[in-house]
């Protein structure tokens, strides 16, 4: 019996605790209704308050303003690297056509990360800490920065898995190579890749709204 009370006293202090700090007599949802009702929790698992503007903190200003610096440094090495490389693929003649378009697909992807997706993202965390966030634009510009991003990683997943089956296939086949891997077929292939990540980013698009 003593081992009993013993244990109802020790599951009870949690209670008694939040009782004493809060001004609460009970613990009942309905004591915390009027402190949750205006509040949810966004992208970030940051509570926020829906009938204000966002204010970030002070501790998380200098990391959003770092992690846009290095996208905006990203960005413009992707952009300039991407552009070499499509000028190279332009003046090479020696890759098989198929080989060829499919590098040109991965450089293309990689250079719209560049000049689309990182550019989004390190605006999206600059009008976070610079002013007080307007909840539609922020809204917009995470949905542009979320369908970009994955269209073009989906893509670029796609194009590299292919580039290593026709590796494999160049190996393989032998003479029959350039028989079986044809510029039609790949460009039908790579056409399948983007009609794949549109898709996929529409259902995604779809479900969140």
Not at 105 to 134: K, M, S
Not at 136 to 164: K, N, P, R
């Amino acid at each position: 019996m003593h081992k009993i009370l013993r244990i109802k006293h020790v599951l009870q202090l949690p209670l008694q605790l939040h009782s004493t700090c809060f001004g609460h007599n009970t613990l009942s949802s309905e004591s915390y209704a009027p402190r949750m009702a205006n509040f949810t929790v966004n992208n970030d698992f940051r509570p926020t308050n829906l009938n204000e503007t966002i204010h970030p903190r002070l501790s998380t200003v200098t990391f959003y303003l770092l992690l846009s610096t290095l996208n905006i440094f990203l960005s413009i090495t992707a952009l300039l690297g991407n552009v070499l490389i499509l000028i190279a693929l332009h003046t090479e003649t020696s890759l098989h056509p198929p080989t060829k378009l499919l590098f040109r697909c991965l450089a293309i992807t990689d250079l719209c990360v560049g000049v689309i997706a990182q550019p989004v993202y390190a605006f999206g965390l600059l009008h976070w800490v610079t002013t007080e966030i307007n909840r539609q634009v922020h809204y917009y510009v995470d949905m542009l920065w979320d369908a970009s991003s994955f269209i073009l990683c989906l893509v670029s997943i796609f194009t590299s898995s292919a580039v290593s089956v026709d590796r494999l296939l160049a190996l393989l086949s032998g003479l029959r190579y350039r028989h079986v891997v044809t510029f039609p077929r790949v460009s039908a292939v790579i056409i399948c890749f983007w009609l794949i990540g549109i898709a996929c980013v529409l259902i995604y698009l779809w479900s969140v709204t």
